[in-house]
């Protein structure tokens, strides 16, 4: 595929649900600072240089930028639907100087591509932010041409690793959980899934594996630390939640200090386990 993909009309009212953790400065950076590297490295293998791609979910792009330049000359288009995300993402590719990468903003649920028009979809941490991943998951599946790749990677809660034990770690997952499962409706252990809802749709040919983000040094375990202080501080999820009654202020900030202690610890290790599948649309 030489050219970028035609968009199609959008006639449909929304389906998409916002990104539950928020666009703040902290998490804005956390996005940014991901590369296709460290978080695509599962899906490079059956990538190559001219196959066109579609990114769902892409945020500021900074994976997005690093699969164009692999698959140069191939058209590598990202979508978000958050319109400040996709300003910052057009913004940084244009100083890239990548004419094969393109940004827009778009809903996953309502792709404005044509059927069959892309080789590969990729999609990273944004199943687990929607109310009907399998949806999200057939409209990618629709603009994928026959014989078609798709890579998903996403969260599982279930396989985290924390040392030593802090009690204000405890706290937030446990609040998370009842945000994120009883407020909203997502599951927390969502990425040993993967497999499963590929081929509910209709993939074939699925893999299945997993790996860890882990964080080991000083500067890693203070900045997940002030991570998910941040989110505790300024995402509207948890606003919501005190408003709720899920939790009270006096709790949060408790949380707060003693996340803030544990990213000082010396000792600190967190590894955050994240599970990933490779499926084919069929010939």
């Not at 990114?55 to 990202?78: E, F, H, K, S, Y």
């Not at 100083?95 to 999609?123: K, Y």
Request: aromatic content about 8%; charged content about 20%.
């Amino acid at each position: 595929m030489t050219s970028h993909p035609q968009p199609q009309p959008d006639t449909n009212p929304t389906m998409e649900e916002g990104y539950l953790h928020g666009f703040g400065p902290t998490n804005l950076q956390h996005l940014a600072d991901r590369t296709v590297a460290s978080q695509a490295a599962f899906f490079l293998p059956h990538l190559r240089p001219g196959m066109s791609l579609l990114d769902c979910g892409c945020g500021p792009g900074t994976i997005t930028i690093g699969l164009a330049r692999i698959m140069a000359p191939g058209q590598v288009v990202g979508i978000d639907i958050e319109p400040r995300v996709v300003e910052r993402a057009d913004a940084l590719g244009k100083e890239q100087g990548l004419p094969n990468l393109h940004f827009r903003v778009a809903n996953v649920f309502q792709l404005p591509f044509a059927d069959g028009s892309f080789d590969a979809a990729f999609a990273h941490t944004l199943l687990h932010h929607l109310n009907q991943p399998p949806g999200a998951l057939q409209e990618m599946r629709r603009v994928l041409k026959p014989g078609g790749v798709i890579g998903i990677r996403d969260s599982d809660d279930g396989g985290r690793i924390i040392a030593p034990a802090n009690q204000g770690w405890e706290d937030y997952h446990d609040l998370q959980e009842r945000v994120w499962q009883e407020h909203y409706g997502r599951d927390r252990c969502f990425g040993r899934r993967l497999r499963s809802l590929l081929r509910q749709v209709g993939f074939v040919g699925i893999e299945s594996s997993a790996s860890y983000e882990c964080y080991g040094t000083p500067e890693a375990t203070r900045a997940l630390a002030q991570l998910r202080i941040a989110r505790l501080e300024n995402t509207p999820t948890y606003v919501e939640a005190v408003a709720a009654g899920l939790v009270d202020q006096a709790t949060l900030d408790r949380m707060i200090a003693e996340l803030r202690q544990w990213g000082e610890d010396p000792d600190a290790f967190c590894a955050d386990a994240k599970c990933e599948a490779v499926g084919w649309k069929e010939q």
